[in-house]
């Protein structure tokens, strides 16, 4: 039933900020861009991240970090991790040992979205085949 995520969605009250964050953070502008909404193509498999403007936010959506953490696969978690912080994200979760092949850390960034990178052995055997 599930075959992959289709885009994550992230809020931002401020998304022209956001705009520029994100553009930094990740070395390539918006592939697509309304008013209120932006995305990129990210990654191995061109996934999608959609910054919506918080005014249309779901009701009784939280101000604050909650929810599920959505990992993205990097080679290097502590670098990632380090790059992150100095681009303005708090940490949320340490760099943490989750077994053999796994390493796991999360920040929120700027606008209050909780971001996850991870390394993962698994991603690497799939993107090889």
Not at 13 to 32: M, N, Q, V
Not at 76 to 99: C, F, V
């Amino acid at each position: 039933m599930l075959r992959g995520f289709a885009t994550i969605s992230f809020y931002a009250a401020d998304l022209e900020a956001a705009k520029t964050w994100y553009t930094e953070l990740l070395g390539i502008e918006p592939y697509y861009q309304v008013p209120g909404y932006i995305e990129f193509r990210v990654g191995d498999y061109q996934h999608e991240l959609g910054i919506i403007d918080a005014r249309y936010a779901p009701a009784g959506a939280t101000d604050g970090p909650g929810g599920s953490i959505t990992y993205w696969h990097v080679d290097d978690p502590e670098s990632a991790l380090d790059r992150l912080l100095a681009l303005g994200a708090k940490e949320y979760q340490p760099i943490t040992e989750r077994g053999e092949g796994f390493v796991t850390a999360s920040v929120i960034d700027p606008f209050g979205n909780v971001l996850g990178v991870m390394y993962n052995q698994h991603y690497l055997d799939v993107l090889a085949k």
